[in-house]
């Protein structure tokens, strides 16, 4: 929420995750979210709203339910009935659809709910976008680009804290993935999603961190956050009382390099992963003010670590 107060003005859309719809009975949970409500309607330029769907609460992805939710006809216009008045309540654009850990059967049933949604949204002006992972051969993209306005590839977690440490979105990764999952995606429908945030992995498995939570982890052990040129990202390692921990990033160096190759391959359209977890530098190169990178644009508040997005110009 202070990133959003904060940022509100830079920002176009704003996707808030607000409804959830979980459980053999597909029940509907709505986060009230005062505070971000209240940014949102004192904003001077309102951005597009568009409440986020997920098939998730308290951290876990219900694959399984939403499988039995879009598999069956009444259960999928039951939720429809209610999400549509919510949104007009909320003033919405539309609806952003993120369904996770959906079995490949569910694929299918999970494309009608788009076009029955598409259906109900657009007589009302309203988007349809969903999330979509990449790297993923179940994920059909040219055929869920015929039942929605908007496809947010999800370019970042290629290593996540269920399994080994590694970079969350290397360059070479970053790119191939992008151009695999496009293949048939109008341009005009296309949002990059990039990260801006850290993972922590330790003994015990692994940790999000914001970005600034761990420079400050690095500061707090006396190490310096090193770029690494093989993945064009940065990282650090520092054991605490017997336990080791490796911390890679993505920082606003990170993200000049994946929003320059974006540009010079025609993507128009970019979304941050996410308010509250990103490196503040970010906003010297991303937002309503810098619609095109700039040439050259330096840190204005080092920190123990940091690079300067210029350095890593030089490298991209």
């Known amino acids: 929420m202070a990133s959003l107060a904060r940022h509100v003005e830079q920002l176009d859309w704003v996707i808030p995750g607000w409804v959830s719809v979980t459980g053999a009975d597909h029940r509907i949970t709505v986060f009230r979210d005062v505070a971000g409500r209240a ?10 709203i568009l409440p986020m769907v997920q098939n998730a609460k308290d951290g876990d992805w219900d694959g399984a339910g939403s499988a039995a939710l879009f598999a069956d006809v009444t259960a999928r216009r039951a939720f429809l009935d209610r999400l549509v008045p ?8 539309g609806a952003f659809f993120d369904f996770e850990s959906l079995p490949a059967g569910a694929q299918a049933n999970y494309r009608l ?8 949204f657009s007589p009302r002006g309203w988007v349809v976008a969903i999330a979509a992972p990449v790297g993923n051969a179940d994920w059909n993209m040219r055929a869920y680009a015929r039942v929605t306005d908007k496809i947010f590839l999800m370019a970042y977690d290629e290593h996540e804290t269920s399994g080994p440490a590694g970079p969350i979105a290397s360059q070479r990764w970053f790119a191939r993935s992008v151009a695999d999952a496009a293949r048939g995606v109008a341009p005009s429908k296309l949002v990059v999603a990039f990260g801006s945030y850290a993972y922590d992995w330790h003994d015990r498995g692994g940790d999000a961190l914001g970005v600034e939570e761990a420079w400050q982890a690095a500061s707090d052990s006396g190490t310096v956050p090193t770029f690494d040129k093989g993945s064009g ?9 017997g336990t080791r921990h490796q911390v890679w990033l993505l920082d606003a160096a990170s993200a000049y390099n994946e929003l320059a190759f974006l540009q010079k391959a025609g993507v128009q359209s970019f979304a941050l992963w996410r308010l509250g977890s990103e490196d503040p530098a970010l906003w010297s190169i991303f937002g309503r003010d810098h619609r095109r990178l700039p040439t050259c644009v330096r840190s204005t508040r080092p920190r123990p670590g940091r690079m300067s997005i210029s350095r890593a110009m030089a490298r991209s």
């Open 113 to 120: 709910f788009l076009a029955e949604a598409k259906a109900r």
């Open 233 to 241: 990202t940065s990282s650090f390692a520092y054991a605490d009382g």
């Open 39 to 48: 940014v949102l309607n004192r904003a001077i330029h309102r951005p597009v």
């Open 86 to 93: 919510f949104l007009a309540a909320n003033h919405a654009g």
